[in-house]
């Protein structure tokens, strides 16, 4: 422990997953690359959500040579300072896509801790994007580490670190990442002394940076998608994309919905009324206006779901209020700062706009609004 914050260990074969995981985690932000050799083996990401410090590493499977190398600069890195502090948890992570090659991973990763014994050791699951292969896979674990008793094993979790598309109709919801890290946090006694309140929060925060990530992709889709020679007002292009993105939403924030309240959220928010009214006030239109306006109205869109989802789960909607969710939401959207600063965005840059992309433009009404 260094500053209040846990130091966690992030092991695992190349691919299994550690930097998609840290990256995943709320308010992390890359604090050393110590030494500057393209030797290096790991990366500290320390986060401002969580009092945890995660240490990834690399090229672990390659060889004898190389585990040895990650540790000890893991190790060199534990030391560089003067609160001579060691390390708080591991999360060794295991693709949950590949159970035949548990045992040998395992067998690895005791190798490579037995400096640190005792350490809480949390086997994440990785990619854990069938939720029947969950239990297989969480037994199979506990199989593995029959042999290693020696191991404090202090969970095993599923995650699914980043949404995972497996075809039109089905994307599966990121999950897990607040459960690892409460935990985490739970197998430290100093920890015994964050409040509740204070571990509602970083959760609280946790969403609001995964659903972030959601939107962020989903608005993406849309400036490309959006930027199409046809008439914008009229077409429904945006319509798959804004189901998809509120189910995500509402599936990070664990909130059972109804298709009914879905389609009622997307059909109150969506082109008929919000882009009719920017479009209308807008000097000039064509495909890569259409493509801003899609990308603000999914972003508007996007935000609104995620502050509703916070006042469901905080018990001042319920889901059987589809009316009054759905007016929130479109209040909501309407009155989205993004909604205004596009259109006058537009409004300001009549020249510019020919020669720059929808992403482009998109991304200067973002800036526009963050200053
Ligand atoms: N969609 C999705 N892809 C993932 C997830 N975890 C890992 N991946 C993918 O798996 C690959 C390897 O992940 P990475 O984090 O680089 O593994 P590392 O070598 O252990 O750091 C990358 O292509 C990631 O995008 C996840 O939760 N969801
Ligand atoms: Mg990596």
């Known amino acids: 422990m260094k500053e209040n914050k846990m130091n966690v260990l992030v092991l695992g074969v190349s691919g299994a997953g550690k930097s998609t995981l840290i990256k995943a985690i709320s308010g992390q932000e890359i604090i050393t690359t110590p030494g500057k050799s393209n030797t290096q083996k790991i990366e500290v990401y320390e986060s401002s959500t969580w009092p945890i410090r995660c240490i990834d590493t690399k090229g672990f499977e390659y060889s004898f040579f190389e585990q040895h190398k990650t540790i000890s600069q893991v190790k060199k890195f534990n030391k560089n300072d003067n609160k001579n502090y060691g390390l708080d948890a591991v999360w060794y992570c295991i693709e949950g896509t590949s ?29 854990s994007y069938s939720e029947t292969d969950i239990p297989e896979n969480i037994a199979a674990i506990k199989e593995a580490f029959e042999k290693y008793k020696k191991l404090n094993l202090k969970g095993i979790i599923p995650v699914v670190a980043q949404e995972y598309v497996i075809n039109e109709e089905t994307t599966v919801a990121p999950t897990g990442v607040e459960e690892l890290c ?49 008439p914008f007002a009229d077409s429904l292009i945006l319509m798959p994309l804004e189901v998809g993105m509120t189910k995500l939403i509402f599936k990070i924030y664990k909130i059972d919905y109804s298709n009914k309240l879905i389609m009622s959220i997307v059909e109150s928010t969506i082109i008929t009324t919000v882009a009719k009214s920017i479009i209308t006030v807008l000097p000039i239109a064509g495909p890569v206006v259409n493509g801003v306006v899609a990308g603000a109205i999914v972003f508007a869109l996007g935000e609104s779901v995620v502050a509703v989802s916070e006042m469901i789960n905080s018990g001042k909607f319920n889901t059987k209020q589809i009316d009054e969710i759905t007016e929130f939401v479109g209040k909501k959207v309407k009155t989205n700062p993004i909604i205004k600063e596009t259109a006058k965005y537009i409004e300001n840059n009549k020249d ?14 973002k800036k526009s609004i963050n200053k």
């Open 99 to 127: 159970r035949r090659t548990f045992e040998h991973n395992i067998k690895l990763m005791n190798k490579a801790i037995k400096e640190w014994k005792n350490i809480p050791l949390f086997v994440v699951i990785t990619k």
């Open 352 to 365: 510019k706009i020919k020669d720059k992309s929808a992403k482009e433009i998109f991304d200067e009404v």
């Open 182 to 230: 409460l935990k985490t946090l739970d197998s430290m006694d100093e920890a015994k002394e964050i409040n509740k309140e204070n571990r509602e929060r970083m959760v609280v925060e946790q969403k609001r940076f995964t659903a972030n990530t959601v939107i962020g992709g989903c608005t993406a889709s849309a400036v490309v998608v959006g930027a199409v020679p046809i």
